[in-house]
């Protein structure tokens, strides 16, 4: 059993910027794919971006160019850094971690909100 935990969302202005954390309970070096989707209440989740094991990143259309993905692995967090910011994003965040791909082996964080508002 991984744990994910989310850290770093919050109520933030239009074109500003936010720092997602997710910190997980295993080495995230062994992990296949780690990544970040959004939900907002009555849609289902879209995929933000992704990070290999090889190092190869992966964004949705809507973030691209604004969302970066990044991870220490000495602690075990990937990172999903949010700039200019849109009354769009608001959502609830979820870490996602591939850990194995045979077995399929995934994990999700509790989620974190970031709401865009002036």
């Known amino acids: 059993q991984v744990h994910l935990v989310e850290s770093g969302g919050g109520l933030v202005q239009p074109g500003g910027s936010l720092r997602l954390s997710c910190a997980a309970s295993?080495?995230?070096?062994?992990?296949?794919?780690l990544g970040w989707y959004r939900q907002t209440p009555g849609n289902q989740r879209e995929f933000l971006a992704s990070l290999g094991s090889s190092g190869l990143t992966r964004f949705g259309g809507s973030v691209k160019g604004r969302f970066t993905i990044s991870r220490d692995d000495a602690l075990n967090t990937v990172y999903l850094q949010m700039n200019n910011l849109k009354f769009e994003d608001t959502a609830v965040y979820y870490c996602?971690?591939?850990?194995?791909?045979?077995?399929?082996?995934?994990?999700w964080g509790q989620g974190t909100q970031v709401t865009v508002s002036s």
């Open positions: 996602h971690a591939i850990v194995t791909v045979t077995p399929f082996t995934d994990y």
């Open positions: 295993d080495i995230i070096a062994n992990f296949h794919n």
